[in-house]
């Protein structure tokens, strides 16, 4: 028989583990496009893929045949809208403001991409500080779904829109739009 404080403490561990934070909300992908100034240099190949009845991932392919330099620059806005409609789009506060490519990676690279498609690709991880060059390489994210470690742990519904651009010898980049839902625990 168990005991009226036995079944306190696991009604109390319950809830305490029920009020964990994280992020509240699910995404679906809904379409990934990329362009690139020069393909002999990096060639970029995206996608969305289907896994299930109702689970999406994204899957990108990156031929990156050039040397990255101190002007190599990356940045990457969001924008948010309710409707989906082009028009729509807002600007929000978690935009990459436009950095050099050595900094990115040492920040945001490391502290969320990473943590969201190491696992789904063969990116470059590293220890502390990143000590260039970057190396050249077909580098692959196959079905990523990423977890959302290190991005905002609340969203408002809608539609996202990440633009992420890389500038320098090479222009190139990608627009993942995204459905955002909340989560259903």
Same mark, same amino acid.
């Given at each position: 028989?168990?005991?009226? !404080?036995?079944?306190?403490? /696991?009604?109390?561990?319950?809830?305490?583990?029920? !009020?964990?934070?994280?992020?509240?909300?699910?995404?679906?992908?809904?379409?990934?496009?990329?362009?690139?100034?020069?393909?002999? /240099?990096?060639?970029?190949?995206?996608?969305?893929?289907?896994?299930?009845? @109702?689970?999406?991932?994204?899957?990108?392919?990156? $031929?990156?045949? =050039? &040397?990255?330099? %101190?002007?190599?620059?990356?940045?990457?806005?969001? =924008?948010?809208?309710?409707?989906?409609?082009?028009? $729509? =789009?807002?600007?929000?506060?978690? @935009?990459?403001?436009?950095?050099?490519?050595?900094?990115?990676?040492?920040?945001?690279?490391? &502290?969320? #991409?990473? %943590?969201?498609? +190491?696992?789904?690709?063969?990116?470059?991880? #590293?220890?502390? &500080?990143?000590?260039?060059?970057?190396?050249?390489?077909?580098?692959? /994210?196959?079905? !990523?779904?990423?977890?959302?470690?290190?991005?905002?742990?609340?969203?408002?519904?809608?539609?996202?829109? /990440?633009?992420?651009?890389?500038? +320098?010898?090479? &222009?190139? +980049?990608?627009?993942?739009?995204? %459905?955002? @839902?909340?989560?259903?625990?």
């Amino acid at each position: 028989m168990i005991s009226r !404080c036995s079944l306190l403490f /696991l009604f109390a561990t319950l809830l305490i583990d029920g !009020c964990k934070a994280g992020r509240n909300w699910d995404y679906e992908p809904l379409s990934l496009t990329s362009y690139s100034s020069d393909e002999d /240099l990096l060639k970029i190949v995206t996608k969305v893929d289907r896994l299930g009845r @109702s689970q999406y991932a994204f899957s990108m392919t990156l $031929d990156w045949n =050039y &040397d990255v330099d %101190k002007d190599t620059m990356v940045e990457a806005d969001v =924008y948010h809208c309710s409707s989906g409609a082009e028009d $729509d =789009y807002k600007m929000m506060p978690w @935009s990459i403001p436009k950095q050099p490519f050595f900094e990115y990676l040492n920040a945001f690279y490391k &502290d969320a #991409f990473i %943590k969201n498609v +190491g696992h789904c690709s063969n990116m470059l991880q #590293f220890e502390g &500080d990143f000590v260039p060059p970057w190396p050249r390489n077909v580098y692959k /994210l196959d079905k !990523c779904v990423a977890s959302g470690e290190g991005l905002p742990e609340i969203a408002p519904e809608g539609f996202y829109k /990440l633009d992420y651009k890389m500038s +320098g010898q090479v &222009d190139w +980049g990608f627009t993942l739009i995204v %459905k955002v @839902s909340n989560k259903v625990i």
